[in-house]
């Protein structure tokens, strides 16, 4: 297939609508926090044909309920439903797909956090890291001694007298 020739417009938010078959669930509240933080960066992709968004009907969702008026939009055209309908689920496909360097955004976090802001704008907050930090740490078994017989498995409380054996049955 050809590239498809795309035309970009500031639009009035009001004048297109979410595609009626997308089943995408998005996060609201997080693009909302991402487009108070960062403003759009990326414009939304809407067939000229129906007016219908088919990539970024939450950051329209989203917008909408900043209060816009306005959206930047790529306008491009479709053949017919089906052919909307393809491009609409290959883009919410394609970011399932997608997965990331775990070291890599573990630095990545890592020096943003030490900057004023922090992590303010990233939609990341210190569990994620944390988080990846722990999966990032291979484990290191040369730290366990090696089970022998000199391995002390009898135990006795010292409070009540208590006596459990640690060894194997």
């Known amino acids: 297939m050809e590239q498809r020739q795309i035309e970009f417009a500031t ?7 979410p595609h009626p078959k997308n089943v995408r669930q998005g ?3 997080a693009i909302s926090e991402s487009l108070k933080a960062h403003g759009q960066y990326k414009p939304i992709v809407v067939d000229r044909r129906t007016n219908q968004i088919l990539a970024g009907n939450h950051t329209w969702r989203a ?15 479709t053949k017919d439903d089906d052919d909307a309908t393809r491009i609409l689920l290959a883009d919410n496909r394609t970011t399932d797909l997608a997965s990331y360097d775990d070291a890599g955004l573990a630095g990545l976090l890592k020096e943003l956090i030490a900057s004023d802001d922090g992590l303010e704008g990233t939609l990341f907050n210190d569990e994620d890291l944390n988080e990846l930090l722990v999966d ?8 366990f001694p090696i089970v022998d017989e000199n391995i002390k498995t009898e135990h006795k409380c010292p409070k009540c007298d208590y006596e459990w054996s640690g060894k194997q049955k």
């Open 63 to 77: 917008a909408k309920s900043l209060g816009w008026s306005q959206i930047a939009v790529g306008f491009i055209e």
């Open 136 to 143: 990032a740490q291979p484990l290191d078994f040369t730290e």
């Open 11 to 17: 639009i009035d938010i009001g004048t297109i609508e």
């Open 27 to 29: 996060d609201i509240g």
